[in-house]
């Protein structure tokens, strides 16, 4: 790395290209800044990892990041934060910001909720986790959570393509336990779900407010920065670059429609235990 100091990346990662609607929102928020982003391809879905193997893999991916001469770490991924979030903080917080999504989305649906009910859409190892109840317990004391586990959203979505009558009627299955506990918002616990909302909003019905991670995360990420002192100048146009674990090309092909902007060459960084776990999602 040539850069030094506030010039320095922004590292992302994520358990694959779901936390690339993540980095869109950074990425139009913060113009100036430059990003790289690592997605564990290799070893997705995360949604149904044990904890254990969770904190293992963000280990690994921050320590890559922070080789990279990341500046700041946001951890895109549900899972990986519902995990391993102390474990990272322990390990690297004192000398490099961390930003997660699970706390910045839990405060914010606790601002815009009307009446204090609640839903969560997230994969089997967030749910498992507790970390939202805990995170909207502190945010809203008052306020209820209804969690629904969607174990086969975020495959589905990965592959790709058009919106298919499976994603359709999953997501239906899935919203189904929310309409019953009449929540007025729900939380997008998975980076993945933005590329659906409007099934979701539609199985929901338009009265109920969505949030997802995107935004949240780019409000927090300038707030650190600027705190840290570590903003690049606001003159300059940064510049982001890829990095996955997996399949390259595949990475290229999935992850154009969920950054929404141009990739570029992806690299390719070699991990442990390069197997997907089957069944849920990341």
């Not at 609607?21 to 949604?47: I, K, M, N, Q, W």
């Not at 909720?113 to 008052?142: C, D, F, H, K, M």
């Not at 992806?266 to 776990?277: C, D, I, N, R």
Request: aromatic residues 4%.
């Amino acid at each position: 790395m040539t850069a030094t100091g506030s010039e320095l990346p922004v590292g992302v990662f994520d358990s694959g290209v779901g936390g690339l609607t993540v980095l869109h929102e950074c990425l139009v928020s913060l113009p100036h800044e430059d990003f790289v982003y690592l997605g564990d391809t290799a070893r997705f879905p995360y949604g149904d990892r044990s904890p254990q193997e969770l904190r293992a893999f963000s280990l690994e991916l921050a320590e890559r990041l922070l080789g990279e001469g990341a500046k700041l770490l946001v951890v895109a991924c549900n899972s990986a934060t519902a995990a391993a979030l102390p474990d990272l903080e322990d390990a690297y917080g004192v000398t490099t910001p961390i930003v997660s999504v699970i706390g910045p989305e839990s405060r914010l649906a606790a601002e815009i909720s009307r009446e204090g009910r609640i839903g969560l859409l997230a994969t089997p190892a967030t749910v498992a986790s507790g970390a939202y109840q805990r995170a909207l317990a502190a945010a809203a004391p008052s306020a209820t959570l209804t969690s629904v586990a969607c174990p086969e959203l975020a495959p589905l979505i990965q592959k790709g393509g058009d919106v298919s009558q499976a994603v359709v009627d999953a997501t239906e299955r899935y919203c189904a336990p929310l309409r019953e506990a009449r929540v007025d918002t729900v939380i997008l616990g998975c980076t993945h779900y933005p590329l659906v909302r409007p099934v979701i909003q539609r199985a929901l019905g338009r009265g109920v407010s969505i949030v997802g991670s995107g935004q949240a995360i780019a409000d927090e990420v300038e707030r650190r920065l600027a705190r840290e002192h570590m903003e690049a100048r606001h003159d300059r146009r940064g510049d982001y670059r890829f990095l996955c674990t997996g399949d390259p090309d595949e990475f290229l092909r999935l992850g154009t429609r969920f950054l929404q902007l141009p990739l570029g060459p992806v690299g390719h960084v070699p991990v442990s235990t390069p197997l997907a776990a089957g069944g849920a999602a990341a």
